[in-house]
């Protein structure tokens, strides 16, 4: 079934509150008592995707565990912004390791939490693409087929961002980053195999895996509150724009979001047990130059020396996603 | 720094790095005035009383109405509804039925009885409103909760004025308008019929008022020169109209023939065939497009059966027949003859050529300028003479309930800042929300809902109200399909995608603030917010 959305009471559950619904049908965020789990005062660039991700995912985790809740987080923009040392943004309580092993630190988390009896303490590790796809993929593997009982949140920019953007295994093909240059027959990242984590994360079996992005927050707090009533290694893959990144204003971000969730450049579905049990379909359908002409790291297939073929080749891989999930709505999913 | 074995940084520490510091623009909460607040005639704050409308509080939407309008009731009825051609909604599937809303608004006013405020203070002044009509009946309103005592002299012998002799009762019943004006009168307003003011510095001085407003409408049919046999049955559209009210009701045969393209003619030919006529034919000199008469009134009549003879003069009327002349539109689009003509049956002819003022109250006034018939006043709406202000259809304007209605709530303002002494300032508008600054993303689909409409046999032969309202469940429903175009209404966006936390929340009814101590003005809540209420403005250096 997936996320329902309401759809009228003027803006529905399209905006982040809504005076004319009932209270308990309201957003955590748009509750003058959320946690704000990351405060003030963080060193997040100007409209960052992740610190907005970041709290709408953790805010909902607090709500839902009773504020029971420990953060593990890896190493990346995440943590670089949020605790430089002697200050720290989190109100929860959170512990920062290695780059690669978040998913072992948060196993070892929850496994000390069950010897001491605190059962009604939950587990949460988070990190960005890079920590998740690349460095700490074969700790969270281990986590998955071992079912620890941890909900994984990566944050995904499609890049390594605070170290000065260089590619990982999240960034789309023919994105430009620091190490993957505009030039040459095939400019930016390559057309490679792509490396979708949240369907490997399925192929685990695990109970539970969505993805989400931070256009679409009543969906992902349903998600984290779903996931957080379950038990067993659970996953979400949160996607969030990054305007230093991919070279777009800092007001963009949501709309960024939007419009890969629209393009159908990024499904948005959940699975539980390895089957897909529910997608958000696209409201109003964009081709994929919508998505990427606002971007910088996109500027080399458009202007002048425009590679059309190119940007085909991008649409036919959200064809194929919107396909793939039935993500159109007169698709009789 | 002491602190507990393990932990090494002090939970939400960062507030010490003021991020606001960051910053070249900051946001800004701001109003832009929306588009059908911009273009009601009578200035009624739409936005603002669907505000109310949209969670159901039905009371205070009408209070906030009337505040600018006290005939929400008829006006939701003959109001041609400007504010829905400029909603911005119509630009994402289809207007608000604003005028639907209001008139729910104002029925459900009558229904539960709600009363206006009593007038907090008693100035002590009087003030003479001369007509009964929309434009007076406002002033008087508007007058009397600014605490003057007010009397109004109608030449009627009922209150309404063209409300009640001019426009149907298929159009407005007259127990909603009896309604409305009982309210009004309610406030301490002292009616007076049957009292044609002859003379109006004679009445003021007789009565001591302080100031007047002249209401008096235009009542006199326009005449075309008509070459025409003894026997030939002319009358006059206005009288028509009025007779309506009246016992005897008029006569004009089988075959009616109206000459006139305005509201007027359209009125009057749904008039006569409800009144039993077989055929009721307008005949008119140019075409469709060119035709003053609101279209959809144009459309309704043409369902009922009238016919509209376009591109005709009448060139002489006999018994039973009458001489048409068929014209072509020129490069200009004037028609001009053609020397071609053919013969119409016809009983009676009826014209309706427009109307002029009658203004023999205003004979041997100082200082008035009277210009195509009408009286000249002032943006303040005062006429040449001091005290004696002037409005509705005897001033030059557009001739409609609204109108009229907005030059009283003017007029009283005018009024009652001359009574002080003073000059009335008129608040400084805000730009216009216009479509570009909203994100329309947020809104759900919802298309308009339709008003219901009497069922054709009963249109053609009744004078049953033709068009129905809305009930509770569909009036709120189309409140809520407002945009709240350049206002906010409390959607928590702002305060949701601020991704620093530097939007305060102060509940409901207070709205947000911004916490410029962190926010380092990224623009994500301007362009997230839904209604365009907040924008970036650069900061101070």
Redesign the interface.
């Known amino acids: 079934m997936g996320f329902q959305p309401v ?6 559950t ?7 619904l009932a209270p308990m049908d309201r ?1 955590v ?2 509750g ?1 008592t959320r946690s ?1 789990s990351i ?6 660039c ?4 992740e ?2 991700g970041a ?1 709408y995912a953790i805010d909902a985790a607090m709500a839902e565990s009773n504020n029971q809740l420990i953060a593990v987080n890896a190493t990346g923009c995440l943590e670089v912004f ?2 430089p ?8 309580p959170w512990i920062h390791s290695l780059f690669g092993n978040a998913p072992a630190v948060a196993t070892g988390v929850a496994a000390a939490m069950k010897v001491k009896g605190k059962t009604d303490v939950r587990v949460v590790a988070q990190g960005g693409d890079g920590s998740t796809t690349d460095i700490g993929f074969g700790c969270l593997s281990g986590m998955f087929e071992r079912n620890d009982d941890v909900l994984y949140i990566c944050y995904d920019n499609e890049a390594y961002m605070n170290t000065g953007v260089q590619r990982s295994s999240a960034t789309p093909p023919a994105a430009r980053t620091a190490t993957t240059m505009p030039v040459g027959p095939e400019p930016g990242n390559v057309f490679g195999q792509g490396k979708n984590l949240p369907e490997i994360a399925m192929a685990h079996g695990i109970p539970y895996v969505a993805t989400a992005t931070v256009a679409d ?1 009543r969906d992902l707090e349903y998600k984290v509150r779903k996931a957080m009533k379950m038990h067993g290694a659970r996953y979400i893959h949160l996607f969030v724009p990054c ?1 230093l990144g991919w070279g777009t ?7 960024m979001a ?1 419009l890969a969730k629209e393009s159908g450049m990024f499904p948005v579905f959940e699975a539980e047990h390895g089957e897909v049990t529910g997608v958000l379909k696209i409201r ?1 359908q964009v081709p994929v130059e919508e998505y990427m002409k606002p971007q910088k790291r996109f500027a080399h297939l458009f202007g002048t020396h425009a590679r059309p073929d190119m940007v085909a080749r991008i649409q036919a891989i959200a064809d194929r996603n919107i396909r793939k999930y039935g993500l159109l709505e007169d698709e009789g999913n | ?1 002491s602190k507990p074995f393990a932990i ?12 606001g510091t ?1 910053r070249t623009e900051r946001p800004v909460y701001i109003n832009r005035l929306p588009p059908c607040n911009n273009a009601c005639p009578a200035g009624e704050n739409i936005q603002g009383w669907l505000f109310h409308a ?2 159901g509080d039905y009371e205070q939407a009408w209070r906030v109405l009337v505040q600018d309008n006290p005939l929400p009731a008829v006006m939701g009825r003959v109001c041609y509804h400007p504010c829905e051609g400029a909603c911005n909604r119509g630009q994402l599937d289809e207007s608000v039925g604003i005028n639907s809303v209001e008139r729910f608004l104002g029925d459900e006013a009558i229904k539960q009885g709600w009363k206006f405020d009593a007038p907090a203070t008693s100035t002590g002044k009087k003030v003479l409103v001369v007509g009964a009509g929309p434009s007076g009946l406002s002033a008087a309103y508007h007058l009397a909760r600014k605490g003057h005592r007010v009397e109004i002299q109608e030449a009627g012998p009922l209150a309404g004025g063209m409300m009640r002799f001019g426009i149907p009762k298929y159009r407005l019943p007259r127990e909603v308008l009896d309604a409305e004006v009982a309210r009004i009168l309610d406030l301490g307003v002292r009616l007076t019929l049957n009292t044609k003011v002859a003379n109006i510095e004679q009445s003021m001085k007789q009565g001591g008022f302080d100031a007047a407003f002249l209401a008096v409408g235009a009542h006199i049919a326009k005449r075309a020169f008509i070459p025409a046999g003894d026997a030939a049955h002319i009358v006059d559209a206005v009288s028509v109209l009025r007779s309506m009210e009246g016992e005897d009701k008029p006569m004009l045969g089988r075959r009616v023939v109206v000459y006139g393209g305005g509201n007027t003619a359209i009125d009057v030919a749904r008039t006569a065939k409800r009144l039993g006529a077989t055929e009721a034919i307008i005949v008119y000199r140019r075409t469709r497009e060119k035709m003053p008469a609101h279209d959809f009134e144009v459309e309704e009549a043409l369902q009922e059966g009238v016919m509209i003879k376009w591109l005709s003069t009448i060139k002489q009327a006999e018994e039973g027949s009458l001489t048409v002349e068929k014209m072509v539109l020129d490069d200009k689009g004037v028609p001009q003859p053609t020397g071609e003509f053919e013969t119409m049956e016809a009983d009676s002819l009826v014209l309706a050529l427009g109307q002029d003022v009658d203004l023999s109250l205003l004979e041997g006034v100082a200082g008035l300028e009277i210009s195509n018939g009408t009286v000249q006043v002032s943006p303040d709406m005062m006429t040449g003479f001091p005290g004696i202000f002037a409005g509705g259809d005897m001033v030059p304007s557009e001739r409609t309930v609204t109108v009229a209605v907005g030059h009283g709530k003017k007029a009283a303002r005018n009024i009652d800042a001359w009574l002080r002494g003073a000059t009335y300032q008129p608040v400084a508008k805000h730009e216009i929300a216009t479509f570009d600054k909203l994100n329309p ?6 298309d308009k809902t339709v008003r219901p409409m009497l069922d054709m046999i009963r249109r053609q032969t009744s004078f049953d109200e033709v068009q129905g309202g809305l009930d509770e469940t569909n009036a709120l ?1 189309e409140a ?3 945009l ?1 175009c350049g206002n906010c ?5 702002c ?8 939007v305060i ?1 102060l ?2 009814g207070k709205g947000f603030q911004f ?1 410029y ?2 926010c ?5 809540c ?3 917010c ?1 209604c365009g209420a907040i924008k970036m403005v650069p900061e101070e250096t």
Not at chain 1, 46 to 49: L, N, S
Not at chain 2, 8 to 19: D, E, I, V
Not at chain 2, 489 to 493: A, R
Not at chain 2, 520 to 524: E, M, P, V
């Open positions: 759809k009228f009471y003027q803006t529905g399209f905006t982040v509150g809504n005076r004319l957003s965020q748009a003058q704000n405060n003030s005062g963080h060193r997040a100007q409209g960052c995707g610190a907005l709290r949020s605790t040392y002697p200050e720290s943004s989190w109100q929860v927050l305007p204003a800092s007001s963009d971000t949501i709309l939007r109003r | 720094m090494t940084l002090k939970p939400g520490t960062s507030l010490a790095n003021l991020t960051w949209e969670s993303w947020y809104y759900s689909d919802a429903f809520r399909r407002c709240s209404f409390e959607c928590d966006n305060y949701g995608v601020c991704p620093d936390n530097a929340k509940g409901p916490n101590d962190y380092k003005g990224c623009g994500l301007v362009a997230e839904p």
